[in-house]
């Protein structure tokens, strides 16, 4: 039997090949989307301020001279401080289909939560909760959104082999935005709006008063939610740099109540769509089809990653109508705006309002992810 060699990854070499390995696993799967390399390199080293309350671990497993798997381990300080339950995470997993190479990932990462004193394991977080989370389980026949994760339907099963049970399941959910809405919700939309509520777009000459202002609602809004942490300060910051590029003011709704944003709706062009078939590259011409993708061809698809409306505004016969009062903002410029598809997630398989509303507007739940957990 071929011994199995679990590598931690320090250096730039080490990472950039933790980086491509899904490359060659997802060869054969018209479905995978490599992301841009430098995207990964900001994502996975301390650019991504995620590493300031966090401590992280990545490692490659190496079989018969080849790197055949990886994965990482990570504990987010400010998570344990607002729920001290001694619970760390693993991520970024992929393996070839191969039981021991994912069985010695896995034990690699939990020995080394263990080690720092976790008592429990949850995942996979990319790194966290606020960046890609959940493996792939169903909706393997489509691409994945930007900023989602794509997964082989065999990984799932090989996981639950090592005594993982399932945590919690998220949706992402796809509408036809040029479909007619149905009745009920044009009924709601038909409604002229309540006193004091206003309907904007993102100021881009106060951008970062306007995205601190959508942090602290999405500070608030979500507070309540299974497993949430919220952004600090230095992740807003970062937030607000890594958003600009892609931000298109005509996609922001911002909701006001008496003059005080209460909710925000953020919808991204799916640069998954443009960077298709790039191999992860832009060079060394890789960035002209980009821009020729973006500018010229543009792309059809887009997704909401960030939504939230206050709590003390989501009460009552208003805070059910704000949500679909952004939603349908952003639709219709997004109609103008050439796109077909709007992806809105994740959504929690537990949060009823929140899918209600999409299946409302004529969603359709067409991907889920699911979160593992085990005691350690």
């Not at 490359?23 to 479905?31: C, G």
């Not at 809105?344 to 899918?355: A, G, K, T």
């Amino acid at each position: 039997m071929t011994a199995i060699e679990i590598v931690p990854v320090e250096g730039r070499e080490l990472l950039n090949r933790f980086i491509r390995l899904p490359e060659r696993l997802h060869r054969d799967d018209p479905a995978y989307v490599a992301p841009l390399h430098l995207e990964r390199l900001d994502a996975l080293t301390p650019k991504n301020p995620f590493f300031g309350h966090a401590d992280i671990q990545f490692w490659i497993a190496r079989k018969d001279g080849r790197d055949a798997g990886r994965i990482s381990a990570q504990i987010d300080r400010q998570e344990l401080a607002l729920r001290p339950n001694a619970t760390g995470h693993f991520g970024m997993i992929a393996a070839e289909d191969d039981p021991a190479i994912i069985r010695a990932l896995l034990t690699t990462a939990e020995d080394w939560l263990r080690a720092h004193g976790m008592k429990r394991v949850t995942g996979p977080f990319n790194l966290n909760i606020n960046e890609e989370m959940g493996l792939l389980v169903d909706g393997f026949d489509t691409p994945p959104m930007l900023l989602m994760g794509h997964d082989l339907p065999y990984l799932g099963p090989r996981i639950e082999e090592n005594d993982y049970g399932r945590e919690k399941d998220v949706f992402a959910y796809i509408y036809n935005i040029r479909d007619d809405l149905p009745a009920s919700a044009r009924r709601l939309l038909a409604r002229p709006l309540p006193q004091g509520i206003k309907v904007r777009r993102i100021d881009f000459k106060r951008y970062n008063d306007e995205i601190r202002a959508i942090t602290e609602i999405f500070n608030d809004a979500w507070l309540n939610n299974w497993g949430f942490v919220p952004l600090t300060d230095i992740e807003t910051d970062h937030l607000a740099k890594s958003l600009k590029p892609l931000l298109d003011p005509r996609l922001v709704s911002i909701v006001e109540q008496n003059g005080e944003p209460v909710g925000f709706l953020v919808c991204l062009p799916n640069l998954n769509e443009a960077i298709r078939g790039l191999s992860g590259s832009i060079l060394p011409f890789g960035w002209a089809k980009l821009l020729w993708r973006l500018k010229v061809r543009g792309v059809k698809t887009a997704r909401v990653p960030l939504m939230g409306v206050k709590r003390s505004a989501a009460q009552g016969v208003i805070g059910s109508f704000l949500p679909f009062l952004l939603i349908d903002t952003v639709r219709n410029e997004a109609i103008k705006m050439g796109f077909t598809n709007i992806e809105m997630s994740w959504i929690l398989e537990d949060n009823m309002p929140m899918r209600r509303m999409n299946e409302s507007l004529g969603g359709v739940a067409y991907k889920t992810y699911r979160i593992y957990g085990k005691p350690l």
